[in-house]
């Protein structure tokens, strides 16, 4: 287990705000700001478009 750990939160705006707050190890936190630095990207922009990119699977019916 990690001991230390990086909390990030983010808050998207549209008719309803909310707010999400993520443990990431430090090389979990680096890398991110590595690529947020590198591309001149926001951090939550990044988190927005992983999340918006992730694939659903339907289940049978």
Known sequence: MFSC?????????CAIK???FFRLTDEEFEKL????KSTGISKSDVLREL???LK??????
């Open 5 to 13: 750990y990086h909390c990030i939160s983010y808050r998207y705006t």
């Open 51 to 53: 999340i918006r990119s």
């Open 18 to 20: 909310k707010s999400r």
């Open 56 to 61: 659903i699977k339907k289940k049978p019916s």
């Open 33 to 36: 700001e590595t690529y947020c």
